[in-house]
């Protein structure tokens, strides 16, 4: 039933914004990168807007969503909400409800798309391996140089964590 839910008219939302966005539980929503604005403002910003459970901000409508975020595709965080240009909605919720569970020290939102985690874990790796070129050109760091050998290490070590991520999935018959 979950990998049925982007297909489900009764799943379907929008931005409260644009009213643009087609937000659907277990579909990525994303934005071109280049349209972000790489800054630490709260309001009136280009990026898919999210918020923690302290502040009482919906931006669908009335229906709280909880949602997944690479923290690699966050382009800013403000007083009180951040911007992203990708994130993977995961369950709607009554606002309470959404508090009760991101204060759950035990629930782990990874049981709840391990592919999407996975398919994160391999962009990581592309990243790394590419020398986050750009990332670099938009910002000015002062990175030490990394060796061929440290990048296999970091690599090695995101295939280790997907197996862990795999290791969790089991099959219900």
Not at 24 to 53: I, K, Y
Not at 56 to 67: A, P
Request: with cysteine; hydrophobic share 35%.
């Amino acid at each position: 039933m979950y990998l049925d839910l982007p297909n489900r008219e009764e799943n379907r939302f929008t931005d409260a914004h644009t009213r643009t966005f087609d937000i659907r539980v277990g579909q990525v929503v994303n934005m071109p990168q280049e349209e972000c604005n790489w800054n630490t403002a709260d309001c009136g910003h280009s990026g898919l807007h999210f918020t923690s459970d302290e502040i009482h901000y919906v931006g669908c409508g009335d229906q709280s969503v909880l949602v997944l975020i690479n923290p690699m595709k966050v382009v800013g965080i403000g007083s009180h909400k951040g911007r992203c240009y990708e994130y993977l909605p995961i369950m709607t919720v009554p606002r309470e409800e959404a508090t009760r569970i991101l204060h759950d020290r035990e629930f782990d939102t990874l049981q709840l798309d391990e592919e999407y985690a996975i398919k994160e874990l391999e962009s990581l790796a592309e990243r790394a391996q590419e020398g986050f070129t750009i990332e670099t050109k938009k910002h000015e760091f002062n990175i030490p140089s990394i060796s061929a050998d440290e990048i296999g290490n970091i690599v090695v070590s995101l295939g280790d964590m997907k197996k862990e991520i795999i290791g969790r999935i089991t099959n219900i018959e």
